[in-house]
């Protein structure tokens, strides 16, 4: 069976795309799923839906363990040359908290490099809790860290964290900190 495109009518062709499900990727899989379905082939659905599951799980899982080795044998300095929050400059505004938020990523760890190779635990986290209420100053001035930028500032800092060979649990301490 071979089902064609659904084009919207005219009068649809100009709304913006910002929407869940655009009518140019439509293509019809999920009726053909349905169609399954509703004709009882209800095993061989769910173990397709399992093995690509398991296929997707044991891809993040590779890619995980790669970025915590690439993490694993970074200096500090190295990692300060890393893009940090690169997908918030497709949305972000005001474009300056993309900015800010750099530059107070890159001036924590400048404090942390210059705390020498082995600083005392209290010393880094003091650096850690001033990132943190940096980003709370920015959601207080700005409003624009939602649950995603927050998810996106914790990566970083947990990345920072193992960097730092650090043996806290950075979620603990970010919600120790935040305010956000």
Request: hydrophobic content about 35%.
């Amino acid at each position: 069976m071979n089902i064609g495109i659904i084009c919207p009518p005219e009068s649809d062709q100009d709304l913006p795309e910002n929407h869940f499900g655009f009518w140019d990727t439509f293509n019809g899989h999920h009726l053909l799923l349905q169609e399954e379905w509703d004709n009882g082939n209800h095993e061989e659905i769910l173990r397709r839906q399992q093995e690509e599951f398991s296929a997707r799980l044991l891809e993040s899982e590779r890619k995980e363990k790669e970025r915590l080795a690439r993490l694993g044998t970074m200096s500090l300095k190295q990692f300060r040359r890393e893009k940090f929050f690169s997908r918030w400059e497709e949305y972000m505004t005001p474009k300056i908290v993309v900015k800010k938020s750099r530059r107070l990523f890159r001036s924590t760890i400048d404090t942390l490099i210059a705390l020498g190779e082995k600083p005392k635990k209290q010393h880094v986290h003091t650096q850690l809790k001033l990132l943190i209420e940096g980003f709370n100053g920015l959601q207080q001035q700005y409003r624009t860290l939602e649950t995603s930028e927050r998810d996106d500032i914790c990566q970083h800092l947990s990345d920072l964290c193992y960097v730092l060979k650090l043996k806290d649990d950075p979620v603990i301490l970010f919600e120790q900190w935040e305010d956000l």
